[in-house]
């Protein structure tokens, strides 16, 4: 019996494997994101990034809360709540 050089096997299994490479071409992903999407990133990207409260207006809250004076209208609250529910 006679046993062939491995050079042959080696060459068939390198061309096989060249051409598997060749017929399956290399897909990539693709995100597309939309207009509105990338208008609502800017935004929360800017709001983020804005640091405007209204530190006054905190503090006096703040104060009156302390204080035990802060009253909230009844009638406020009810008109926002409503107002919401209608939207």
Request: aromatic share 4%; charged share 30%; hydrophobic share 35%.
């Amino acid at each position: 019996m006679r046993i062939g050089s491995i050079e042959k096997i080696t060459q068939i299994y390198q061309n096989q494997v060249g051409q598997a490479k060749k017929q399956a071409p290399v897909q990539k992903d693709e995100v597309e994101i939309s207009n509105t999407a990338q208008l609502l990133g800017t935004a929360f990207k800017v709001v983020k990034e804005t640091d405007e409260v209204r530190m006054d207006k905190v503090n006096l809250l703040k104060e009156q809360i302390q204080n035990g004076t802060y009253n909230v209208s009844a009638k406020d609250v009810s008109e926002k709540m409503l107002d919401q529910l209608i939207m």
